[in-house]
């Protein structure tokens, strides 16, 4: 593995030479990607789960046997999701995507970044806020303006369920599964940027990329058990973009610039 910081010489042409050169890039990304727009951590502390324990507010059963009290979450959620837009890291992945560098884009995120950057291939592990869902008939709706001020629990138009937001909640199965492991089929370069992979299935991705013969690029500020050395002695990842998501995406891309002339 090698360690690269943005104060290298060339930021290291020899990682983006082998990007340049992969037949199928993927990008799996977390919540380091969405803070650099001013979104919170939720496990930070001070982050919506220490106001909001998961386990008292954030399950499927939970939701079921209490909404008003799930909402109360879905809330404060909601708005600190309001007037955010997508940072450098979204653009340049949304440009290698559009250049042909990059198959598809795998988050964690619910907060629809990537889809305003411009990202079209975008896989939601855990859903998306920007939406309500009806458990009851299956109903998917935009909500209205007004939902996150009042008190009132939204109904589906069709059957008049209370919705909850198109989020996976504990206890819950996450979504596009099937879809990810297309995209993961022959994927030999996977990006894991802003995340420490430690959640499953997502942490399960960059294993299974690697056991195929796939390099793994991370982008992280400290390093995770990607970047520690295993029992074989060596780690899950074979760079290590050690930096802000946005900085050293932007790095990388004026690398890759420079050496494509795109």
């Known amino acids: 593995m090698k360690i690269i910081t943005s104060s290298e010489k060339n930021f290291c042409d020899e990682a983006v030479d082998c990007f340049i050169k992969a037949k199928k890039a993927v990008a799996l990304t977390g919540a380091g990607v969405s803070v650099e727009s001013g979104i919170d951590d939720f496990r930070s502390p001070g982050g919506l789960w220490s106001r909001y324990p998961p386990e008292e507010y954030g399950s499927i059963a939970v939701f079921r046997r209490n909404p008003e009290k799930s909402w109360k979450l879905f809330r404060a959620l909601g708005r600190g999701l309001l007037g955010k837009k997508p940072n450098h890291a979204h653009l340049v992945l949304s440009d ?55 008190n009132s629990l939204p109904r589906c138009r069709w059957c008049g369920h209370i919705l909850k937001p198109d989020v996976v909640l504990f206890g819950e199965d996450v979504r596009c599964y099937e879809e990810i492991n297309d995209l993961l089929h022959h994927c030999d370069l996977l990006m894991v940027i802003g995340t420490s992979a430690q959640v499953y299935p997502a942490a399960a991705l960059p294993e299974q990329v690697k056991l195929s013969g796939g390099m793994i690029y991370e982008f992280n500020i400290v390093k995770t058990a990607l970047t520690n050395v295993q ?32």
């Open 96 to 150: 290698l995507e559009r250049k042909g560098f990059l198959r598809g884009v795998i988050t964690q995120n619910i907060d629809n970044l990537h889809q305003e950057s411009g990202s079209e291939n975008v896989l939601e592990i855990h859903g998306n806020h920007r939406y309500l869902q009806c458990l009851n008939c299956g109903d998917t709706s935009k909500p209205a303006a007004s939902l996150l001020e009042d």
């Open 231 to 262: 029992g074989n002695g060596s780690a899950h990842s074979d760079y290590f973009f050690q930096g802000g998501a946005a900085s050293m995406l932007r790095h990388f891309r004026k690398r890759l610039e420079a050496l494509t002339g795109q």
